[in-house]
């Protein structure tokens, strides 16, 4: 597999021969804890990937030069290049799944849906933050799948709710129209259910606008349609090139940006500056930090970024996605400190992350104390559920960065919960025998 990068105890190793030719990860020795990082620096996703897999390597660096590592415990990490391939993915997973991996971070809904049947069979967690599969907030379903802090059905209903307080209430929504643009993958698909169940209780008419992954830098067929059914708001679900080319289209059509609200993977620095000062208004969620302002970032810089330890550009820390890189970090290293403290063990295991995971307590007190104070909102998880339906805000473009455009915005949970949980029930019985849950709860 010539898509592995090893960089056991942070040190960075060329594998250009496979697996085999490469120098064992120290996570196999009792003293670390191996960390694979499932990466895309390569292809037309690239453009958000590298910023995700610079904050995701970088914190974890950092904390491997500052404080020792964990616990006392260094962390062997590896990358292997997804290119946001599902078969690259499962591909990179099987390749590193037998080193003691601690847990897998597809950055792919396509390849979360196909590692998660493979969890609990391998006892190896998948950390899906704010991605992946809905429905696997459900933790009695799914032990071993997390998408702590939002699934995309809780974006989707933020986006609704918002929409909704710009109209003067939800009732109001009532014989609009919303476009949705979105990757017709499974990321794309995903919140689909939802919004079709909120048009329905809301009254409004959904108009929807696929783009296929080979199309995403041409658009132009979709924006013309969209001139001509002038949506009353846009909603987009996109990635890599997908973003900045619908950014561009918008702006060539005229469309007014206030009304264009994107993910929080269609938040990117690079995505809004394709439009430049003409994509002023345009609006994306967010769950991390906006800026370079925080404690944990300027010990990024001091002890990688400036001891040469990383591909960082030094321009990029605090850019939305190396922001969520970094809060993707977060949690797995929280989540590893936690099942030591639950488990008396320095060296760990997937069985344990999964423990850690789901006793994972973020609070307000740990946020500052990482040098995070009010990088994201406080998280929690439950063994019954994975995600936490956690706020998030609206930021927005102002021509030449990103501001905060909102307060914290609760996801509509007496809406979404109970579609998770059905949901949940019907992925089990479609691949039926779904194991029942024997794992324990640490909570």
Same mark, same amino acid.
């Given at each position: 597999?010539?898509?592995?990068?090893? &960089?056991?105890?942070?040190?960075?190793?060329?594998?250009?021969?496979?697996?085999?030719?490469?120098?064992?990860?120290? $996570?196999?020795?009792?003293?670390?804890?191996?960390?694979?990082?499932?990466?895309?620096?390569?292809?037309?996703? $690239?453009?958000?990937?590298?910023? =995700?897999?610079?904050?995701?390597?970088?914190?974890?660096?950092?904390?491997?030069?500052?404080?020792?590592?964990?616990?006392?415990?260094?962390?062997?990490?590896?990358?292997?290049?997804?290119?946001?391939?599902?078969?690259?993915?499962?591909?990179?997973?099987?390749?590193?799944?037998?080193?003691?991996?601690?847990?897998?971070?597809?950055?792919?809904?396509?390849?979360?849906?196909? +590692?998660?049947?493979?969890?609990?069979?391998?006892?190896?967690?998948? +950390?899906?933050?704010?991605? *992946?599969?809905?429905?696997?907030?459900?933790?009695?379903?799914?032990?071993?799948?997390?998408?702590?802090?939002?699934?995309?059905?809780?974006?989707?209903?933020?986006?609704?709710?918002?929409?909704?307080?710009?109209?003067?209430?939800?009732?109001? &929504?009532?014989?609009?129209?919303? *476009?949705?643009?979105? &990757?017709?993958?499974?990321?794309?698909?995903?919140?689909?259910?939802?919004?079709?169940? +909120?048009?329905?209780?809301?009254?409004?008419? &959904?108009?929807?606008?696929?783009?296929?992954?080979?199309?995403?830098?041409?658009?132009?067929?979709?924006?013309?349609?969209?001139?001509?059914?002038?949506?009353?708001?846009?909603?987009?679900?996109?990635?890599? $090139?997908?973003?900045?080319?619908?950014?561009?289209?918008?702006?060539?059509?005229?469309?007014?940006?206030?009304?264009?609200?994107?993910?929080?993977?269609?938040?990117?620095?690079?995505?809004?500056?394709?439009?430049?000062?003409?994509?002023?208004?345009?609006?994306?969620?967010?769950?991390?930090?906006?800026?370079?302002?925080?404690? $944990?970032?300027?010990? =990024?810089?001091?002890?990688?970024?400036?001891?040469?330890?990383?591909?960082?550009?030094?321009?990029?820390?605090?850019?939305?996605?190396?922001?969520?890189?970094?809060?993707?970090?977060?949690?797995?290293?929280?989540?590893?400190?936690?099942?030591?403290? +639950?488990?008396?063990?320095? %060296?760990?295991?997937?069985?344990?992350?999964?423990?850690?995971?789901?006793?994972?307590?973020?609070?307000?007190?740990?946020?500052?104390?990482?040098?995070?104070?009010?990088?994201?909102?406080?998280?929690?998880?439950?063994?019954?559920?994975?995600?936490?339906?956690?706020?998030?805000?609206?930021?927005?473009?102002?021509?030449?960065?990103?501001?905060?455009?909102?307060?914290?915005?609760?996801?509509? !949970?007496?809406?979404?919960?109970?579609?998770?949980?059905?949901?949940?029930?019907?992925?089990?019985?479609?691949? %039926?025998?779904?194991?029942?849950? !024997?794992?324990?709860?640490?909570?």
């Amino acid at each position: 597999m010539k898509h592995i990068r090893q &960089l056991a105890l942070g040190t960075a190793v060329a594998v250009g021969i496979g697996l085999t030719g490469a120098m064992a990860p120290a $996570a196999q020795a009792q003293d670390s804890n191996y960390v694979p990082l499932l990466t895309y620096r390569t292809g037309p996703y $690239a453009g958000s990937g590298i910023h =995700i897999a610079n904050g995701m390597h970088d914190y974890l660096k950092m904390l491997n030069e500052r404080d020792g590592g964990i616990g006392g415990v260094k962390l062997a990490l590896e990358e292997c290049e997804t290119g946001y391939d599902a078969q690259k993915g499962v591909e990179c997973y099987e390749a590193t799944k037998g080193k003691g991996a601690l847990v897998y971070n597809p950055y792919s809904t396509g390849i979360t849906l196909q +590692l998660i049947p493979k969890a609990g069979v391998d006892k190896i967690p998948v +950390l899906s933050m704010g991605y *992946g599969l809905s429905a696997a907030a459900d933790g009695t379903t799914f032990p071993w799948i997390f998408n702590v802090p939002d699934t995309y059905w809780d974006g989707a209903s933020v986006v609704i709710k918002y929409i909704g307080e710009q109209e003067g209430g939800l009732e109001n &929504l009532k014989g609009k129209k919303i *476009g949705y643009i979105f &990757l017709d993958a499974g990321y794309g698909r995903e919140p689909i259910p939802l919004l079709e169940q +909120l048009a329905e209780k809301y009254g409004f008419e &959904l108009l929807q606008y696929p783009v296929p992954g080979a199309e995403m830098q041409n658009q132009s067929s979709q924006w013309l349609n969209v001139r001509r059914d002038r949506p009353d708001y846009m909603v987009m679900w996109g990635w890599g $090139a997908m973003n900045p080319t619908a950014i561009k289209e918008a702006v060539k059509i005229r469309y007014p940006m206030d009304k264009f609200i994107g993910v929080w993977w269609s938040a990117g620095d690079d995505d809004a500056a394709a439009g430049g000062q003409d994509a002023k208004g345009y609006k994306a969620l967010n769950f991390s930090g906006v800026g370079r302002e925080f404690g $944990a970032l300027d010990d =990024i810089q001091k002890h990688v970024i400036d001891a040469g330890l990383s591909t960082t550009d030094p321009e990029t820390i605090g850019g939305t996605l190396y922001n969520r890189g970094v809060l993707n970090s977060v949690i797995i290293a929280e989540g590893i400190r936690t099942a030591q403290e +639950l488990t008396g063990k320095k %060296a760990i295991t997937g069985e344990d992350m999964r423990l850690g995971l789901e006793a994972l307590n973020l609070d307000e007190a740990r946020l500052k104390e990482l040098g995070l104070e009010g990088f994201a909102h406080p998280m929690k998880v439950t063994c019954e559920d994975h995600a936490g339906g956690h706020p998030v805000f609206i930021q927005e473009w102002d021509g030449q960065e990103w501001q905060q455009a909102s307060g914290w915005i609760e996801p509509m !949970t007496d809406v979404v919960r109970p579609l998770l949980e059905a949901a949940a029930k019907e992925y089990a019985e479609k691949n %039926a025998p779904w194991p029942e849950r !024997t794992e324990p709860c640490p909570n």
